[in-house]
């Protein structure tokens, strides 16, 4: 069967809209710049960036170095003080006024993301369409969420690549509509072109946001512990973020620091397995890219034989492929499940832990296989990788205390309810957990014992939009936990000595609904 790009979708087809779209973005040699001081320059050092899709390069990424970042958050600074005089009824029209912007960009930027990032068409669209509805209902919300605060300051914004408009872009609104001047640093692994056409067309209606790109560590003196930056919105891994914890302990910064954990699913004296089925297909969404994806399943030994008929199915069913690839030019975009990891590196790290996994005594259960007919002859796919589940992976393995971050699940079995609890926190606290068990006593008792933010009861639960509140326990949050009127605390001032909703080194305070 003849297979192609989808007519619209070639990334040249795309790259040339995307530059008619913001021209002030781009250099003369058709490069992306860094918006730092109000406007599109400064084209840094090129770095190589290429599409998981394929492995053909995208562009360029114009890296920084540390004084040009220190510029840049010195001018928000100066421009905070500015902005957060602004009357709030002014902030929210410039903030509408960029919605209106995104939604007549939509289709192109949910392309974007899939070249970019390789997430297939109707998540790509999902994390656009979460970002402007998110962002409206804090228009129509926002006011009394204000009352008897203040805007806080410069807020930068260090984000994983996995969702930059749903997580990134929208939190960039929403602290830029409580009266702050906004900094981000564009994900080094992916995602810099979608977030430079948001950042031009919220920089064309007045909003004070700057991009730049850049080394983590390289820019961190300038994003992270600089005087001039009032609060530190923080999304990555568990190294990176306790590196930048330790740094904050000591300053007085506001900071929200989202890392990972082992999120679980415990199984005991459960039935309803045809919804668990839907569960876990579900649940390999994007390969498990995302930070409350359910990577590991704790089951009661009896049973065990009742999930495997449950669980092999479902994964065998999922539909793994080149995102943008039709048959012919009329055809529709595939429905697939998730296209490639973020890079072949990602791969590669997972293979090499499955193997070590494997190596120190734990059994395969499932080996799934990519099909060629969903890529291109001869394509380059060594960003793809078809789920994978091990059974009982021994404490000294990787897999058994580390989020893996993709299509990888890990499976144990358990005899006691306190095995089940005690393999449930595995990793010293995790953003959700579920229990799936026909009985409500259990579900309350295990509910209770477990180091999670979010629990649910026969379903999987998600970061949630809106008023719904995010954080985590233990190791896996740091700092003001986000999300409805929290979120917009964490970004302003109010009462002196007030508490906050969080996570922090001496105290924990957690909502009562979460």
Request: include cysteine; aromatic fraction near 8%; glycine fraction near 10%.
């Amino acid at each position: 069967m003849a297979k192609m790009i989808a007519p619209g979708h070639a990334w040249p087809d795309l790259f040339g809209e995307l530059r008619a779209a913001v021209p002030e973005a781009f250099g003369a040699d058709g490069h992306a710049l860094n918006l730092i001081e109000g406007d599109w320059g400064h084209p840094g050092h090129g770095k190589h960036y290429a599409t998981p899709v394929d492995g053909n390069e995208l562009g360029r990424i114009p890296m920084i170095d540390l004084d040009l970042a220190k510029r840049a958050v010195r001018f928000a600074a100066h421009e905070h003080a500015r902005w957060s005089v602004i009357d709030l009824d002014e902030r929210k029209v410039r903030v509408a006024a960029c919605l209106d912007q995104l939604r007549t960009h939509r289709e192109l930027i949910a392309r974007l993301l899939m070249w970019e990032i390789g997430k297939p068409y109707a998540l790509a669209c999902d994390d656009i369409d979460r970002c402007i509805s998110g962002v409206e209902w804090y228009l129509g919300a926002i006011e009394p969420m204000l009352a008897g605060r203040s805007p806080l300051g410069v807020i930068s914004n260090i984000a994983s690549w996995n969702y930059p408009y749903s997580v990134l872009m929208h939190s960039v609104l929403v602290q830029a509509l409580a009266g702050n001047a906004v900094i981000a640093k564009t994900p080094t692994d992916g995602g810099i072109f979608s977030l430079t056409l948001g950042f031009a067309l919220a920089r064309r209606v007045g909003l004070p946001v700057s991009l730049v790109s850049g080394s983590g560590g390289v820019l961190s003196d300038a994003l992270v512990r600089n005087p001039d930056v009032a609060c530190l919105a923080f999304v990555g891994g568990k190294s990176n973020g306790r590196d930048i914890a330790a740094s904050l302990y000591d300053r007085e910064k506001r900071y929200m620091l989202e890392m990972e954990g082992v999120n679980c699913y415990g199984i005991w004296d459960f039935s309803d397995w045809p919804t668990l089925a839907a569960q876990i297909k579900k649940g390999f969404a994007y390969g498990k890219q995302r930070c409350t994806a359910y990577i590991r399943f704790i089951v009661q030994r009896r049973l065990f034989p009742k999930f495997l008929d449950t669980y092999l199915p479902a994964v065998k069913a999922l539909k793994i492929g080149h995102p943008l690839l039709v048959a012919s030019p009329e055809d529709a975009l595939p429905t697939l499940d998730f296209g490639p990891l973020i890079n072949s590196r990602k791969v590669e790290e997972l293979r090499v832990m499955y193997s070590e996994a494997v190596g120190l005594g734990a059994i395969s259960l499932f080996e799934g296989e990519l099909d060629p007919e969903r890529f291109l002859p001869g394509q380059d796919i060594s960003a793809y990788l078809a789920p994978i589940a091990l059974l009982n992976v021994p404490r000294n393995a990787r897999l058994h205390h580390n989020e893996p971050f993709g299509p990888v699940d890990t499976i144990v079995v358990v005899d006691r309810i306190e095995e089940l609890v005690s393999e449930m926190n595995i990793s010293n606290g995790n953003l959700v957990s579920s229990i799936a068990t026909d009985d409500p006593e259990i579900a309350r008792m295990v509910s209770g014992e477990l180091r999670s933010f979010k629990v649910g009861v026969n379903q999987m639960r998600s970061r949630g939009d809106r008023e719904e509140v995010f954080g985590g326990m233990g190791a896996s949050w740091k700092g003001c936990f986000v999300g409805g009127t929290y979120l917009v605390q964490s970004v302003t001032r109010g009462a002196e000595g007030e508490r906050f909703f969080g996570n922090f080194p001496d105290y924990t305070l957690l909502p009562e609904t979460r």
